[in-house]
């Protein structure tokens, strides 16, 4: 049973407008959330997480928004680049867990 | 670079063979998580090692082990490999025995079980 959703396979946004991905959960237990990029031929890089205690985080031009009460959260990357285009997972974790819940991605692309 | 190393990078080998596929960590981390990434799926997570001891299982088959060594390399032994457990293998590290931050991750190896 996948704990982690990623509804979307892919993603095309013109360079410079916003990207948005999105991902559900099921376990009201995650408190801990992350999203981690992954190129071709390489492992996934970590990009940035949030914890449950907060509803946004944000680096740069990647903003991560955390709603609970719907068990959701997305990834907003603003301006969008060539650059971004790899593949988005969503994880998600439970305090004292020693696993990485993870969806199966969303493929971005960025058309220059 | 995240400083995991996963060796080989490809693997290809017959149905019922055994493989092992080797993590090195980066510097200083005692956690090595496995993970396998199916076509079209998420990351499972499969086990963990902390300091040379399992700490925790996930969705691993029996064929499966692994172990780590006491300079903390890490080797993931698949046998009597079947079509299905094609796949590209991960290995990621970490500090800390609970993965309450990001971990690295590897290259990865692809197994391709023809």
């Known amino acids: 049973d996948q704990q982690v959703k990623q509804n979307s396979p892919s993603l095309s946004v013109q360079e410079g407008r916003i990207s948005i991905l999105n991902c559900d959960y099921t376990?009201?237990?995650?408190?801990?959330f992350l999203w981690y990029k992954k190129y071709p031929a390489e492992g996934p890089t970590f990009l940035i997480s949030?914890?449950?205690?907060?509803d946004k985080n944000e680096d740069g031009r990647f903003t991560v928004f955390l709603n609970k009460s719907a068990k959701h959260l997305s990834l907003h990357i603003v301006p969008s680049q060539p650059g971004d285009s790899a593949v988005y997972f969503c994880?998600?974790?439970?305090?004292?867990?020693?696993?990485?819940?993870f969806g199966t991605g969303t493929r971005l692309t960025v058309i220059p | 670079d995240s400083g995991v190393t996963q060796t080989p990078k490809h693997l290809i080998t017959a149905t019922g063979q055994r493989v092992t596929l080797r993590c090195s960590p980066r510097?200083?981390?005692?956690?090595v998580y496995w993970y396998q990434q199916s076509l079209d799926q998420g990351l499972q997570f499969l086990i963990q090692?902390?300091?040379?001891?399992?700490?925790a299982k996930g969705n691993i088959l029996e064929r499966f082990s692994a172990q780590q060594f006491p300079d903390l390399h890490s080797e993931l032994n698949l046998s009597s490999l079947e079509l299905g457990d094609s796949a590209l293998y991960f290995c990621?590290?970490?500090?800390?025995?609970?993965?309450?931050?990001?971990?690295?991750f590897g290259q990865g190896t692809r197994l391709t079980v023809v």
């Open positions: 990621a590290s970490s500090v800390g025995r609970v993965l309450n931050t990001e971990a690295f």
């Open positions: 994880a998600a974790s439970e305090g004292g867990a020693n696993n990485l819940f």
């Open positions: 510097s200083g981390d005692l956690s």
């Open positions: 090692y902390y300091n040379g001891e399992e700490r």
């Open positions: 949030i914890s449950s205690i907060k």
């Open positions: 376990n009201s237990m995650f408190d801990y």
